[in-house]
């Protein structure tokens, strides 16, 4: 049973900075996809950074030069720094987990569909 436990969510004011973690235990794959995701009360769960076992990464628009995703040697902790942060970043933010064809492709990677493991998330807020 895969377990991600994510941590470094709290509220900070704009233009601030904030950096996310997630462990991950409970499996060994040595392919894995990984990604951060958010949800905004009222909004759907959106992708914003995506992370393959080779290290190719993958970033939604809304994030690309401020956000940035990594993971250790280990590949059983993802970060995800968060720089200039916006107001309009406030959301719950989940760490996600795939083990299949989760990173094939940019549209794959960013999808709530192709992951299949969730953590249960840890809160940002942003205040102007």
């Known amino acids: 049973q895969v377990q991600l436990v994510e941590s470094g969510g709290g509220s900070v004011q704009s233009g601030g900075s904030l950096r996310l973690s997630c462990v991950a235990s409970g499996y060994t794959y040595s392919k894995i996809c990984m990604g951060w995701f958010r949800q905004a009360p009222g909004k759907e769960r959106e992708g914003v950074a995506s992370?393959?076992?080779?290290?190719?990464?993958a970033y939604a628009d809304s994030v690309k030069g401020r956000f940035t995703i990594s993971q250790d040697n280990a590949k059983t902790t993802l970060y995800l720094q968060m720089s200039s942060l916006k107001p309009e970043d406030t959301a719950m933010y989940y760490c996600a987990a795939d083990f299949g064809g989760a990173c094939a492709n940019y549209a794959t990677r960013l999808s709530r569909y192709s992951y299949h493991n969730w953590g249960q998330g840890t809160q940002v807020t942003v205040s102007s």
């Open positions: 992370i393959s076992s080779s290290g190719s990464t």
